[in-house]
């Protein structure tokens, strides 16, 4: 069973620009959840989607947006992009929440 | 505030011998615990979940809960070298969804 992809692997983009990314879960997960990982802050929970709606959602700006398609694929969405937003982003999926989370090899996003 | 908090370590163990790693968490209403495991530059591998108290065995791991002490820990048997990566604690908690607490990690090194 192939697992979590998210595209692109890599992105380097200027401050102000916006930049879309996408995660297709596990075959048959329908809970897909976000986080960002920095050096100075570990892994911390950006939102969680299921069955195209969001659930939760950690503590960060507006700017930081998702959402999630009918065949569980989902892609988050960071606008006016600050050298702050410069981390990996992770995305993680479970066959429903409370269940384990597989996480895809990840973003990795430069801000210049 | 929820916390996880895990000793960031570096631990060092020589070829062979039992790894021993803990994490603590503050919000007495965790309900789910999970291990990682993370290679440099790759993204969080789930090696084990944990439910309820006692001990949870998969091969040369065993993951341990306590909830009246809050406190979940992982052991590593006859650990080799390709153990050493950083270990990271992960909390769910009652009525987030999804939405998972991650400590900074544990780095592991295990000497051949």
């Known amino acids: 069973k192939a697992g979590v992809t998210q595209t692109p692997r890599y992105l380097i983009k200027t401050r102000g620009q916006q930049v879309t990314l996408s995660c297709s879960p596990i075959?048959?997960?329908?809970?897909v959840s976000w986080y960002q990982q920095t050096p100075g802050q570990g892994l911390q929970f950006l939102f969680e989607?299921?069955?195209?709606?969001?659930?939760n959602k950690g503590n960060f700006p507006g700017r930081f947006s998702g959402r999630q398609f009918s065949n569980s694929r989902s892609e988050m969405n960071v606008s006016t992009l600050e050298l702050g937003d410069s981390a990996l982003y992770l995305c993680?999926?479970?066959?429903?929440?409370?269940?384990?989370?597989?996480f895809g090899p990840g973003t990795r996003l430069t801000v210049l | 505030q929820k916390e996880v908090e895990q000793n960031s370590g570096p631990l060092s163990v020589p070829e062979g011998a039992i790894a021993s790693l803990n994490c603590t968490y503050s919000d007495r209403v965790s309900q789910s615990f999970f291990w990682y495991r993370q290679y440099s530059g790759k993204s969080p591998e789930l090696i084990m979940s944990i439910y309820s108290n006692g001990d949870k065995e998969d091969g040369r791991f065993t993951a341990q809960l306590n909830k009246a002490s809050q406190y979940v820990s992982l052991l590593i048997r006859d650990s080799q070298p390709s153990d050493s990566a950083t270990y990271l604690c992960a909390v769910g908690l009652e009525g987030t969804g999804n939405q998972f607490y991650f400590g900074t990690g544990t780095s592991l090194t295990v000497i051949p």
């Open positions: 989607y299921f069955s195209e709606t969001q659930r």
């Open positions: 075959s048959g997960h329908r809970s």
């Open positions: 993680a999926s479970s066959l429903v929440p409370h269940n384990e989370q597989f």
